[in-house]
């Protein structure tokens, strides 16, 4: 792809969705940036993993692109939202696609599973400043189930929600609920555990784990892990809310 400016850092994409509702308020521009260094069981984006694979952008070419969106992205209260993969993983990218949009009045969201290079702590201050909205993925609230879910300790996860709390930044959390993996009463209390005392959190979205993205697993010949679990149903995310209610 052609560069729009050479000094600009350049991110490594998996793939644009420029009509997504569902990755925080509004309609969003959706850039799914390449490479995690995660392996959750039940990824629905397997194809994200590989930190060579993709294609290249500048920030300015994304930028390009939102505006083209603009029209109806502003109507609805919208923005960019930038998945993955783990986005985390290409901070100075983020930093720079961020503060290119904020001076757009574009509003700017980050969908993350917080891990990212502890090298990168003072990037991740300024990419705190030019992001409106943190939606940060919190998949189990037991350590050694996080590590067996997603291969990665907990407390990065953790880390970042402190760091949110003390710069005051709003941020969403999800939790995909997995039938017998996460959903149990002693899942409920952790979960209430680590909401206890979160001020900025503006709300806890239950997500119910699907097989969508099994189709990849078996096309990247991956063994799936999950094959004998079911998706979860509207009875599974009301019984765990009730659960977390109750604490
Ligand atoms: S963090 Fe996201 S992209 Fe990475 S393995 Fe987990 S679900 Fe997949």
């Known amino acids: 792809m052609k560069r729009c400016n050479s000094k600009s850092h350049v991110g ?8 997504a509702t569902q990755d925080g308020p509004g309609i969003r521009f959706l850039l ?19 930190l060579k694979a993709g294609f290249d952008m500048t920030a300015e070419e994304v930028l390009s692109k939102v505006k083209r969106c603009m029209p109806y992205i502003k109507a609805s209260g919208g923005g960019i939202t930038v ?3 783990e986005p985390l993983l290409q901070m100075k990218f983020l930093v720079e696609l961020f503060r290119l949009c904020k001076m757009n009045n574009i509003h700017t969201a980050l969908d993350t599973s917080a ?5 990168d702590e003072k990037l991740l201050q300024k990419l705190i400043s030019a992001t409106d909205l943190f939606i940060l ?39 995909v609920l997995v039938p017998k993996l ?14 206890t005392g979160l001020k900025y959190c503006e709300k806890l979205e239950f997500l119910p784990y ?15 892990p999950l094959r004998n679990t079911s998706p979860a149903s509207a009875q599974d995310l009301k ?6 209610r109750k604490g």
């Not at 919190?138 to 710069?167: F, Q, Y």
């Not at 699907?210 to 799936?224: F, P, Q």
């Open 12 to 19: 490594r994409v998996h793939s644009i969705e420029s009509f």
């Open 32 to 50: 799914f940036m390449q490479g995690c260094v995660a392996s959750c069981l039940y990824c629905q984006n397997p194809d994200t993993w590989n």
């Open 83 to 85: 998945s993955g993969g």
């Open 115 to 119: 891990f990212y290079n502890k090298h």
């Open 137 to 175: 993925d919190i998949k189990a609230a037991d350590e050694t189930l996080h590590k067996k879910i997603t291969s990665r300790p907990l407390d990065e996860v953790i880390d970042l929600l402190k760091i949110l709390e003390s710069e005051k930044r709003p941020y969403w959390l999800r939790y």
């Open 182 to 195: 996460n959903d149990s009463k002693k899942d409920m209390q952790g979960l209430k555990k680590i909401l």
């Open 210 to 224: 699907h097989t969508l993205g099994k189709h990849k697993w078996e096309y990247m010949k991956l063994k799936y």
């Open 239 to 244: 019984k765990a809310q009730a659960l977390l």
